[in-house]
């Protein structure tokens, strides 16, 4: 026993050392899509400023591809030592759970939490055209007329899709989901008035609100977002319950020493809550929200069970 004791102690002492000269080198931050999308711009202002504040340099290594389980893989299988992390969002959870999926990893044997960084609003949107002019009239339409709209994504499992599965699961109505390749893509056929509606980041949207491009009808978040303070939830739209707020954050391979993983989180936690930081989230649409390894870890498990069963009653797979 007092071996063992002495073990513990001496590992504890170990991982303290550790720590304190962490990081020594450059820090990998992999991102599972291509640049230019709210993953690759939330993890690029939080690269920069951590670079500054811990005078070494952290970069983002964007992996595109088969929706992040490239690059999630890759840093499911690389070195523990702190210098590997991945920057994620809610693929990280939805591949695992897909029928058939491709994905050989699992979000939490694989994975160490290190800490939430955003959360960033989504946006119902329609052609200004559109044969509605809110939530209300969207649900009014689509009940009079079962499976007579479409709705984009830019993909089969992707955020956007999974918010638009559960609001036709809790409107009750029938739509159909019409994969793009990217955000993008799914955005012009809304705007274009191919497609009905789509559920897209604030970022993407606000500009083209206010430009007269796209029609706003209602936020997918809990509360009423600072960009759009007159649009109301999907649930204040006639959609009680609604609810989806996309997280991005950050996790290490799993076995990652833990004394790495407490200052690295405290570390984007410090970064998180620094007044240009907010306000370059803001800017964004986003709202800050670091969170504990723990805390990380708990928001993870309870979407693995909401999204598994929005998979499994609109029978998604795999393109």
């Known amino acids: 026993m007092r071996r063992a004791i002495a073990a513990l102690a001496l590992l504890a002492l170990a991982g303290a050392a550790l720590a304190q000269g962490y990081p020594a080198k450059p820090v990998k931050i992999v991102v599972g899509f291509a640049a230019g999308g709210p993953t690759d711009v939330i993890a690029r202002i939080l690269a920069a400023d951590i670079s500054v504040a811990t005078g070494q340099s952290f970069f983002v290594e964007n992996r595109p591809g088969a929706n992040a389980i490239i690059a999630t893989e890759a840093v499911a299988h690389a070195p523990a030592d702190g210098y590997t992390t991945l920057f994620s969002s809610l693929s990280l959870l939805v591949n695992p759970i897909l029928p058939g999926t491709q994905a050989k990893y699992d979000p939490f044997k694989d994975f160490a939490p290190v800490s939430n960084v955003a959360a960033l609003p989504m946006v119902v949107v329609a052609a200004p055209g559109a044969p509605f002019n809110s939530m209300k009239e969207l649900i009014d339409l689509a009940r009079s007329k079962p499976g007579s709209l479409n709705f984009s994504s830019p993909g089969v499992g992707s955020a956007n899709h999974l918010a638009g599965e559960l609001f036709t699961s809790l409107s009750g109505i029938q739509a159909v989901h019409v994969p793009y390749k990217g955000i993008p893509e799914a955005m012009y056929a809304v705007m274009s008035d191919s497609i009905q509606f ?122």
């Open 198 to 319: 789509s559920f897209l980041p604030v970022t993407n949207v606000v500009p083209l609100t206010h430009d007269g491009k796209l029609l706003a009808l209602a936020t997918s978040t809990g509360r009423r977002v600072a960009s759009l303070p007159g649009l109301p939830t999907v649930a204040e739209a006639g959609v009680p319950g609604y609810r989806f707020d996309p997280w991005y954050g950050m996790l290490a391979p799993a076995r990652t020493p833990r004394a790495l993983l407490d200052r690295l989180s405290r570390e984007v936690a410090r970064i998180v809550e620094l007044p240009d930081f907010r306000e370059q989230m803001r800017a964004l649409g986003a709202e800050p929200a670091p969170t504990t390894p723990e805390e990380f870890d708990a928001l993870v498990r309870s979407e693995v069970a909401k999204f598994g069963r929005i998979v499994r009653e609109a029978r998604i797979h795999p393109e």
